[in-house]
């Protein structure tokens, strides 16, 4: 595709319940994150995808949270037993291997109720 | 790891005038510097980027310098109008290290017509 798409735009879910946000890459790039950013804040880390090397999931707030990057391509995010502090636009981003520049897609809004 | 600091984290500047935004690493290894905007509501933005070969890099109303002894890279925005009014983030990353981009957190830039 033309660029990084996440699906869905916005979820509302309520707490305790699972939720998977997706992610499209650009075509060819075997790099992949993932960001949570909540209202006025930074990008805060949660986990990158590099071709087949492990990933660093250094940046997962706690074990209700876990990704996964099928066939180098998609990625889902799965949140399990959502909290209120959840509640974050999630960002996916990509890039080209050896680049280094990364292209984000539009994010995913959730809120937790 | 790596760890990125930016400053300042917020800047009024008014229409016009110059703003810098400055940014240091921790690792001499790292070898690639992007620097995104992000409007309100919006996703984050690759504006301008620069490698370690180079010292400083120029398009159009903003530039990027590195200084490699001193591990810090600084934005530079000539000539401000309303519309640069955003988030800026800058990054680093390291080819050996598969290219992870660290983020910093990130600098309000109000620029007042």
């Known amino acids: 595709g033309a660029g990084v798409s996440q699906s869905p735009s916005n979820k509302v879910t309520e707490k305790g319940k699972d939720v998977e946000l997706r992610c499209d890459p650009i075509?060819?790039?075997?790099?992949l994150y993932w960001y949570r950013q909540s209202l006025g804040q930074g990008l805060e880390f949660l986990i990158y995808?590099?071709?087949?090397?492990?990933?660093?999931k250094s940046g997962l707030p706690s074990d209700r949270f876990s990704a996964e990057r099928t066939g180098g391509s998609v990625s889902t995010l799965t949140i399990q037993r959502t909290q209120q502090e959840d509640s974050a636009v999630y960002l996916c981003?990509?890039?080209?291997?050896?680049?280094?520049?990364?292209?984000f897609g539009q994010g995913t809004r959730l809120t937790v109720v | 790891g790596e760890n990125v600091e930016q400053h300042p984290s917020t800047l009024s500047v008014q229409e016009g005038d110059s703003a810098v935004i400055k940014c240091t690493y921790s690792?001499?290894?790292?070898?690639?510097f992007p620097w995104y905007k992000q409007e309100l509501g919006k996703r984050p933005q690759l504006i301008i980027d620069i490698r370690s070969n180079v010292g400083e890099k120029k398009d159009q109303r903003i530039a990027v310098t590195l200084n490699k002894t001193a591990k810090h890279f600084s934005l530079h925005i000539t000539e401000t109008q309303p519309e640069d009014s955003a988030v800026y983030f800058c990054?680093?990353?390291?080819?050996?290290?598969?290219?992870?981009?660290?983020f910093g957190g990130g600098t309000r830039l109000m620029v007042k017509p």
């Open positions: 690792d001499s290894a790292s070898n690639y």
């Open positions: 981003a990509s890039s080209l291997a050896g680049t280094g520049g990364a292209f």
């Open positions: 075509s060819g790039h075997t790099a």
């Open positions: 995808f590099q071709g087949n090397s492990a990933p660093d």
């Open positions: 990054a680093a990353s390291i080819r050996e290290a598969g290219n992870m981009l660290t």
